[in-house]
């Protein structure tokens, strides 16, 4: 973390820096399971619409953090994350449909991404950048 992020009002609940490196690596785990199921799965290989979905909020997922972090865009950042929350969303809702395991796989996930929109939220609002 840089220090721009060690200096800014944050609000009380959040995480030590080091929960990130082992909440990530399990989200992602989630994820790539969730995904790998619905892609073998008969009524998805070798491609199917709800991969779109997924790849969809992966990529504004990756994108985030150069937003907030880098370039400081915290609105913009903000908005990137509902983004990513709704693609989630849709892509919980066409998993469900391929296998529901799969689907409740990426519950962790998007309660995660619910919690960083709040903290995201909370540091733009008492933040003048």
């Keep these: 973390m840089n220090n721009w992020y060690k ?3 944050k609000s009380s609940l959040t995480p030590p820096s080091y929960l990130f490196g082992i909440v990530w690596p399990i989200l992602y785990t989630l ?3 969730s995904t790998l199921m619905v892609w ?3 009524k998805c ?3 199917c619409y709800p991969l779109t979905l997924f ?3 992966l990529v504004f997922n990756l994108i985030w953090t150069t937003l907030f972090f880098k370039l400081r865009l915290l609105k913009i950042a903000l908005i990137n994350l509902g983004i990513i ?7 919980i809702k066409a998993y469900f449909k391929i296998n529901k ?6 519950v962790p996930y998007i309660i995660w991404l619910l ?3 709040y903290l995201n939220l909370y540091i733009t609002l008492n933040n003048s950048l």
């Design 45 to 47: 290989f070798p491609y």
């Design 101 to 106: 395991l799969s689907a409740y796989l990426l």
């Design 40 to 42: 073998n799965n008969k």
């Design 55 to 57: 790849f969809i909020q």
């Design 115 to 117: 919690f960083a929109f």
């Design 7 to 9: 200096n800014i009002n």
């Design 85 to 91: 929350i709704l693609f989630t969303f849709l892509t």
């Design 31 to 33: 994820m790539f399971v």
